[in-house]
Structure formats: C-alpha cells, structure tokens
C-alpha cells in the first residue's frame, strides 16, 4: 500500500506537496523522496524508520514534517537544511540527543515537540531558534533546563512535564512572551523570583513538586489558570517558638554597612567598591529586608505571608490561601510583622 501511495505522489512530482504514509510498517524512509522538491508536508508517523534518508535534505520548501512514533535515537543532522521547516513532530521515539548542528539550519520552525523520548539534556545551541513559539518535552529525563533556552523571545509555550527538573534558571525572566508554562511531576523545590516577571503568562502548572512557598509577588502575576495539587505547600498553622539574639557575623555586618551605604549613594563608598570586584561579588547575593527594605547578605529570617490568591485565577480546588517566601533581615524587623506573615518552624 505504501508503495503504491508512493508512486502516485511521485507522478505528481513537483505539484506534489503532501504525503503521508502513516501507520504503514515502514522500516526505511524511502529515498524517492528527493523528486518532490515541492512537497509542504511529509508525515511518516506511527512506522518503524530508525534513520532519516540523506535525500530529505533536499525537501528545501517542507514546512511540516511528522516523525512521530518511530525509531529514532537523535534528532537528525538532515533536518537543519529544511530551511523552510515550521512545525517537526518527533514524539514518541528514542531521541537521547541532538545531532552537531542541528539547530543551524532551522531558523523558520515555530513548533518543536520531542514528548516521550529518552533526552536528559537540552544543548546551548537551543537559542538558535529564533522563531520557536511552541516547545514541548514531555516525559524525558531532563535534569536542567539551558538558560541559553530562555533567550527564545518568541517562545509562547513551554511544556515540560514528567522530567527530573530540580530547579528553574533565573534567566526565565526573558521569555516575556511566555503564555503557558506546565511543570508538573518534576523535583522543583524552589520558584524563582524572576518568574514574577513574565507578565503575559496565563496559565502555570506545577503539580506534582515539592514546592513549599511562592516567591514574593506571586500573587500579581496576570495568571488564568494555575494548578499546584500535590505539593507540600506549607499550611497555616501556627504555633509558639522562642525568639534567638541576633548574632552577625563580622562578614554580615560589615556588608549591610557597605550595601546600605551604596543604596543611599555614598560617593566614596561607591568609589571604593569599583575596585574590589571580590566585595562587588559577594554583595552582588544581597537580599532585601521585606519590612524595613535594608539589605542583608544572610538570609536571617525566612518567613511565610498567607494571602488569598486573586480571584480571577482558575486555581486548584484546595488551594485556599497561597504562601509567599518571605526574608527579614532580623527579629527586630520580624516583630513589626503584619498578621498574615509567619515565621517557618522547624517541628
């Protein structure tokens, strides 16, 4: 059947430009394909090809491109000559990585979807895509994401569920163009404060973590929908504790000195430092006290604000109030605290 559905696209030559041979038992990407120079799109999915013929790089106007549900073990070299390249579904296979260079050539392609393979990381030269709009990486076995990936301006959509996620890079801050962001089923402990950056980002999914606290202004962000069931978020439940003295180290007092100084633009202060990068380094880690707004370079104090989450966010059934990481920079300040605010025990 294929073969014949092959012939017939072949008679067509150059005013051929669909093809699909899906779920056809094919074990080799036939190399025919080279006299359709005209051919838009090519599905090849649910098969059994293991590699993709050097001729396809000769397909210069495909603009989708269905791989899904094969064989594959890397995202294939041939592909960065599809300069007209849109959409390459490649789903379903055992892509562990990419090939040298496979990025290069794909600077039109705005969807990418790589769910259930066997990737564990996602290369620096991510950031060549400069039209990617949607990426999709589902259940792989991705440890880290590239802040290099965070230079995608364009990128609208970002989905990386089921992976082994610990953390998410600052850099996320520079998809401003970002809509959806879904994390569930990864080991993220920690949000990042730039997260609350992304102020077109609509809907967020962090089910399935191990976040305890949201960053502080959490809460403004424009959010639709968001859903965090299962994570061991902390609850308000207050109980008694006996205040410490506060005791800073030298280090500690010495930089609050320095910062606050910088802050109110002491001249001298702000000469000094230009010349030692080390002290520049160490205070560059600063924090701000969110009660008296010093800075400080220890977190003192971590802390929990409860507040009600907006209520135009479509948000997970149990989801009362929304816990914000909190950092004060001593108990002075934590005794100014507002009722809603908590200090995190350790039971």
């Given at each position: 059947?294929?073969?014949?559905?092959?012939?017939?696209?072949?008679?067509?030559?150059?005013?051929?430009?669909?093809?699909?041979?899906?779920?056809?038992?094919?074990?080799?990407m036939?190399?025919?394909?080279?006299?359709?120079?005209?051919?838009?799109?090519?599905?090849?999915?649910?098969?059994?090809?293991?590699?993709?013929?050097?001729?396809?790089?000769?397909?210069?106007?495909?603009?989708?491109?269905?791989?899904?549900?094969?064989?594959?073990?890397?995202?294939?070299?041939?592909?960065?000559?599809?300069?007209?390249?849109?959409?390459?579904?490649l789903?379903?296979?055992?892509?562990?990585?990419?090939?040298?260079?496979?990025?290069?050539?794909?600077?039109?392609?705005?969807?990418?979807?790589?769910?259930?393979?066997?990737?564990?990381?996602?290369?620096?030269?991510?950031?060549?895509?400069?039209?990617?709009?949607?990426?999709?990486?589902n259940?792989?076995?991705?440890?880290?994401?590239?802040?290099?990936?965070?230079?995608?301006?364009?990128?609208?959509?970002?989905?990386?569920?089921?992976?082994?996620?610990?953390?998410?890079?600052?850099?996320?801050?520079?998809?401003?163009?970002?809509?959806?962001?879904?994390?569930?089923?990864?080991?993220?402990?920690?949000?990042?404060?730039?997260?609350?950056?992304?102020?077109?980002?609509?809907?967020?999914?962090i089910?399935?973590?191990?976040?305890?606290?949201?960053?502080?202004?959490?809460?403004?962000?424009?959010?639709?929908?968001?859903?965090?069931?299962?994570?061991?978020?902390?609850?308000?439940?207050?109980?008694?504790?006996?205040?410490?003295?506060?005791?800073?180290s030298?280090?500690?007092?010495?930089?609050?000195?320095?910062?606050?100084?910088l802050?109110?633009?002491?001249?001298?202060?702000?000469?000094?430092?230009?010349?030692?990068?080390?002290?520049?380094?160490?205070?560059?880690?600063?924090?701000?006290?969110?009660?008296?707004?010093?800075?400080?370079?220890?977190?003192?104090?971590?802390?929990?604000?409860?507040?009600?989450?907006?209520?135009n966010?479509?948000?997970?059934?149990?989801?009362?109030l929304?816990?914000?990481?909190?950092?004060?920079?001593?108990?002075?300040?934590?005794?100014?605290?507002?009722?809603?605010?908590?200090?995190?025990?350790?039971?």
């Open positions: 059947m294929s073969e014949r559905l092959l012939l017939r696209a072949l008679k067509g030559g150059e005013n051929t430009k669909i093809i699909t041979l899906n779920g056809k038992k094919i074990t080799k036939p190399s025919a394909l080279e006299k359709l120079p005209g051919l838009k799109t090519l599905d090849l999915r649910n098969n059994q090809i293991p590699k993709v013929c050097p001729e396809i790089s000769t397909l210069t106007q495909l603009t989708v491109l269905n791989l899904g549900n094969n064989l594959l073990e890397e995202i294939p070299e041939e592909v960065k000559y599809l300069t007209s390249l849109k959409r390459l579904h789903f379903g296979n055992k892509i562990c990585k990419f090939a040298s260079g496979v990025c290069d050539g794909l600077q039109n392609l705005i969807l990418l979807n790589l769910n259930n393979n066997q990737l564990t990381w996602i290369p620096q030269e991510v950031s060549r895509l400069k039209s990617l709009i949607y990426l999709s990486m259940h792989n076995q991705l440890a880290s994401i590239p802040k290099e990936l965070c230079f995608l301006k364009n990128l609208s959509e970002l989905q990386l569920n089921y992976n082994q996620l610990i953390y998410i890079p600052e850099e996320i801050k520079f998809l401003k163009k970002l809509q959806k962001l879904l994390l569930v089923g990864n080991n993220i402990e920690v949000l990042p404060e730039e997260l609350c950056d992304l102020i077109n980002l609509r809907i967020l999914d089910a399935g973590n191990f976040i305890q606290t949201f960053p502080s202004g959490f809460q403004n962000l424009k959010l639709k929908e968001f859903y965090c069931e299962g994570n061991p978020l902390f609850l308000r439940q207050p109980v008694n504790a006996v205040q410490q003295e506060d005791a800073w030298l280090q500690e007092i010495t930089s609050r000195f320095i910062m606050n100084e802050a109110g633009k002491n001249p001298f202060i702000m000469h000094v430092i230009e010349q030692h990068p080390q002290v520049r380094n160490i205070i560059s880690q600063r924090r701000k006290c969110a009660i008296c707004g010093n800075y400080f370079l220890t977190i003192w104090l971590e802390c929990v604000e409860f507040v009600p989450p907006p209520k966010w479509k948000i997970s059934r149990n989801l009362q929304v816990p914000l990481r909190i950092l004060i920079c001593s108990y002075k300040c934590f005794n100014q605290r507002g009722p809603n605010l908590f200090g995190i025990a350790q039971l």
